[in-house]
């Protein structure tokens, strides 16, 4: 059970540092699509 504790705490704190790079990564992914589509729509 303790290991099963360990594993949540060691998964949560890799979550919270890699938040900021998920949402970034999210934002240009999304910024990269917008553009496509205005891309598109020129074309």
Same mark, same amino acid.
């Given at each position: =059970?303790?290991?099963?504790?360990?594993?949540?705490? #060691?998964?949560?704190?890799?979550? !919270?540092?890699?938040?900021?790079?998920?949402?970034?990564?999210?934002?240009?992914?999304?910024?990269? =699509?917008?553009?496509?589509? !205005?891309? !598109?729509?020129? #074309?």
């Amino acid at each position: =059970m303790a290991i099963f504790i360990r594993f949540l705490a #060691v998964y949560f704190v890799f979550d !919270s540092l890699f938040d900021k790079f998920k949402k970034r990564k999210r934002a240009t992914l999304s910024s990269f =699509m917008n553009n496509n589509d !205005s891309k !598109s729509r020129i #074309v």
